[in-house]
């Protein structure tokens, strides 16, 4: 067996349309297809496939991290992205990364998950 790539992430959330919300506003994603689980959730969309899974019905209690310290996404346009996360008082760090130059932004989800976005190294950032 081989693996040949990531197919999605799964996050835990005991509000279902706050988290999709917040994935669309933030990250673009869009609601798509989803089988019928018999228990509330969504899928997520990015290129037109399901990248990220949200499983609902669970209790404030039960998100916690595991031991996936968080999910990464490659992403386009840096400054958007800044403005968007200050717009709506999202804590975040952002930051380049040595060698590559990749511009990386961190933040975390209303379930505690914690996101990183990846932008090109040519991205122009309004603060590091």
């Known amino acids: 067996m081989t693996v040949s790539a990531m197919n999605h992430f799964t996050i835990l959330t005991d509000d279902v349309p706050r988290t999709v919300e917040f994935y669309r506003r933030l990250l673009g994603l869009t609601d798509g297809p989803r089988p019928a689980f018999g228990f509330p959730g ?7 496939q399901p990248i990220l899974h949200v499983i609902g019905g669970r209790a404030r209690d039960e998100l916690r991290a595991g031991v996936i310290d968080h ?3 490659t992403a386009h346009g840096l400054s958007d992205t800044l403005a968007t996360l200050v717009a709506y008082n999202i804590e975040h760090v952002c930051s380049q990364q040595p060698g590559s130059g990749t511009w990386q932004v961190f933040f975390h989800d209303p379930n505690g998950a ?7 190294p040519g991205e122009i950032s309004g603060h590091a």
């Open 42 to 48: 969504a899928w997520l969309y990015a290129g037109g």
């Open 71 to 73: 999910m990464a996404f």
């Open 114 to 120: 914690r996101v990183e976005l990846d932008f090109a």
